[in-house]
């Protein structure tokens, strides 16, 4: 008689699942695939997944399989597998501007004022969602699939630093870099009035 999979009773089964429950995941994009066999094709589907824990972490993953839950899953799995964690100024926006880019696919992601909300196409946002980010301006140039403007938004995430990183690479204090920062926020200003 076969068993079904069980659940570990003990500490680590229930730390799994607190793990587990933590991250908020999106379903990018789903495809139908074909693989050509000698008796024909064979068709599945390929889902693309972003997960998060809105406080920083997020990863993408791919998946592929005969039915859609499955193909689901897999890529979730492999979300989890590779999240990255991002610095985010006030836990809702970035701290600096940035560019990203995969193949064809081109990203420009610029912070913004509390307030404006994610003002981004459908696989960015999904991403940003997911990190937590509430404020930023994005623009996708280029390829529009949804693969290539993933990957494009994650090599962009990568560039994006701390002012406690950029001080340390710089060999300066973070009171430095931050108050340049004010500095030319407040020279924009001006120039605009």
């Known amino acids: 008689m076969a068993r079904g999979h069980q659940s570990r009773g003990g500490p680590q089964g229930r730390d799994r699942d607190d793990r587990d429950s933590e991250f908020i995941d999106k379903l990018v994009h789903i495809n139908r695939v074909a693989k050509v066999v000698k008796g024909g094709r064979r068709f599945g589907f390929a889902a693309l997944v972003v ?6 972490r997020v990863g993408f993953g791919h998946g592929k399989a005969r039915e859609v839950p499955e193909a689901i899953r897999k890529a979730t799995e ?10 985010l100024r006030e836990g809702r926006t970035l701290h600096h501007d940035v560019r990203g880019q995969h193949g064809a696919g081109k990203v420009i992601l610029r912070a913004a004022p509390a307030g404006t909300g994610i003002i981004a196409g459908g696989p960015m ?11 930023v301006v994005a623009k996708s140039l280029g390829s529009s699939n949804p693969y290539n403007m993933v990957r494009a938004t994650f090599d962009a995430l990568r560039h994006e630093d701390s002012p406690r990183g950029v001080a340390a690479r710089r060999g300066k204090k973070v009171s ?5 920062r004010r500095d030319q926020a407040g020279e924009g200003a001006e120039a605009q009035a």
């Open 78 to 87: 492999a979300a989890k597998r590779g999240l990255v964690k991002v610095p």
């Open 51 to 56: 997960v998060g824990d809105q406080k920083g």
């Open 176 to 180: 430095e870099i931050v108050s340049r």
């Open 125 to 135: 946002r999904a991403v940003f969602e997911t990190l937590g980010i509430q404020d």
